[in-house]
Nanobody, 128 residues
Framework: HVQLVESGGGSVRAGEDLRLTCAASGAFEEPFSTLCMGWFRQTPGKEREGVASIDSLDITYYEDSVKGRFTISRDSAKNTVDLYVHRLQPEDAATYYC????????????????????WGQGTQVTVS
């Protein structure tokens, strides 16, 4: 049973920083270090959008509007992936989801949500 659990959401003031964490557990088909991990966000009435991902070579991808403010990082010892959000803006308010899929062999997902197989339940971020 594969599980992704997001944490770190909440109400934050504009201009502040936030760290979201995704903890992965269960029987993935390959080691955590070779999984592609992604962060997506969604607001009511809008499609889910990819904001950051990291592949099996730890190459990172960012949506243009968040480049320079969001940072994704992996800790394979803890099976976690963090999303650091700097200088929060009102438009960052959303439910943030963590996603994963196997990427052994160098498979790349970029920010395409259709490429990811496993999803967390989401953590909500509000910006005041």
């Amino acid at each position: 049973h594969v599980q992704l659990v997001e944490s770190g959401g909440g109400s934050v003031r504009a201009g502040e920083d936030l760290r979201l964490t995704c903890a992965a557990s269960g029987a993935f088909e390959e080691p955590f270090s070779t999984l592609c991990m992604g962060w997506f966000r969604q607001t009511p009435g809008k499609e889910r959008e990819g904001v950051a991902s990291i592949d099996s070579l730890d190459i990172t991808y960012y949506e243009d509007s968040v480049k320079g403010r969001f940072t994704i990082s992996r800790d394979s010892a803890k099976n976690t992936v963090d999303l650091y959000v700097h200088r929060l803006q009102p438009e960052d308010a959303a439910t943030y989801y963590c996603a994963a899929r196997g990427c052994r062999g160098g498979y790349r997902t970029g920010l395409d949500s259709r490429q990811f197989h496993y999803w967390g339940q989401g953590t909500q971020v509000t910006v005041s």
